[in-house]
């Protein structure tokens, strides 16, 4: 069976200007397993589906790729911030299954 959950360890950061948006960011040496065996399955603006647990929370989003990183990016929705208490510049751990 392929390996398709990743756990990673990342900070939370904040997208410039005033979006509010929260980010994680896939490492790139995930980010370039993920792209070579998953990359085929993109959707829209090369998104991949996973799920994904943080803390006790658990929900299905996608990661997108960054071309100036060669990484993938994890929106990190407000709901999900308000209940694991997760602020810009926080270390998590966390985990993506790719649906794939």
């Known amino acids: 069976m ?3 959950s990743f756990s990673i360890q990342g900070k939370v950061w904040l997208y410039p200007g005033m979006s509010g948006w929260h980010f994680l960011t896939i490492p790139k040496e995930e980010s370039q397993e993920i792209k070579e ?3 085929a399955n993109a959707r829209g603006w090369g998104s991949l589906p996973v799920s994904v647990v ?3 929370t658990t929900w299905q989003t996608s990661i997108f790729p960054d ?3 060669e ?5 990190l929705k407000a709901l999900v911030r308000k209940r ?3 602020y810009a510049e ?3 751990t966390f985990t993506i299954t790719v649906m794939g």
């Not at 990484?71 to 929106?75: N, Q």
């Open 84 to 86: 694991e208490c997760v």
């Open 2 to 4: 392929k390996k398709n």
């Open 71 to 75: 990484t993938y990016l994890l929106p």
């Open 90 to 92: 926080d270390a998590v």
């Open 67 to 69: 071309k100036k990183s």
């Open 54 to 56: 943080l803390g006790e």
């Open 37 to 39: 065996r998953f990359g």
